[in-house]
């Protein structure tokens, strides 16, 4: 794990200039999902600035639809860490963002992020800030229609994985709607 922490913070300090590169923020999204599940052991040895997470967050403006999905998956794993709360209007902006994409991959990554960041009720007052609930209930026929034409698409092309992927997603949808719906009962 400790390489990880080095090409974390080396990518961080040294290369931030470069711009965001899809096989660093892949490592950045591993060692994130980590710190997620272990925040206390692994975050501090991070090290994250705000500028940097700034930084890491510019990626959505990459032409590379793999950087900017990543960056979708890292804003998650940030925004599910207690340290970046005074970020989640960045990151909601940012998937909010995401989920208009051209590329199905980079919005079923922001809905991912999106469900796992905003699902509890503690960030309600961002949901209701951002709108969140009435961009993603715009969002369903849209998704219902990707599914659906991904599926028929998927049997031609064999891209069986992203019509999983958006299926998925459109069933998950439906359920935090339904989840943050409760909330706000």
């Known amino acids: 794990i400790y390489i990880y922490i080095y090409i974390f913070r080396f990518f961080l300090f040294g290369i931030a200039s470069l ?3 899809q096989s660093v923020l892949g490592s950045m999204w591993c060692i994130l999902r980590k710190a997620v599940e272990s925040p206390d052991t692994l975050l501090p040895a991070l ?3 705000e500028e940097q997470v700034l930084h890491v967050c510019a990626g959505i403006e990459s032409p590379d639809g793999r950087v900017r999905s990543s960056v979708a998956g890292v804003a998650g794993c ?3 860490l207690a340290v970046f709360r005074p970020h989640l209007p960045v990151f909601a902006d940012l998937l909010l963002r995401a989920l208009q994409d051209s590329s199905q991959w980079v919005m079923v990554e922001a809905l991912n992020s999106i469900f796992d960041v905003f699902a509890e009720p503690d ?3 961002v949901v209701v800030q951002k709108r969140l609930l009435e961009t993603l209930q715009a969002l369903r026929p849209v998704l219902q229609e990707a599914a659906r034409s ?3 698409g998927a049997r031609a092309s064999g ?3 992203l019509h999983g992927r958006l299926d998925e997603a459109r069933i998950n949808l439906a359920r935090f709607l339904k989840y943050k719906a409760k909330q706000f009962a």
Request: net charge negative; hydrophobic share 20%.
């Open 19 to 21: 711009g965001p590169r």
């Open 47 to 49: 090290g994250i600035t």
């Open 78 to 80: 940030l925004g599910q």
């Open 123 to 125: 960030v309600n007052e």
């Open 150 to 152: 991904s599926g028929r």
């Open 159 to 161: 891209d069986a994985e």
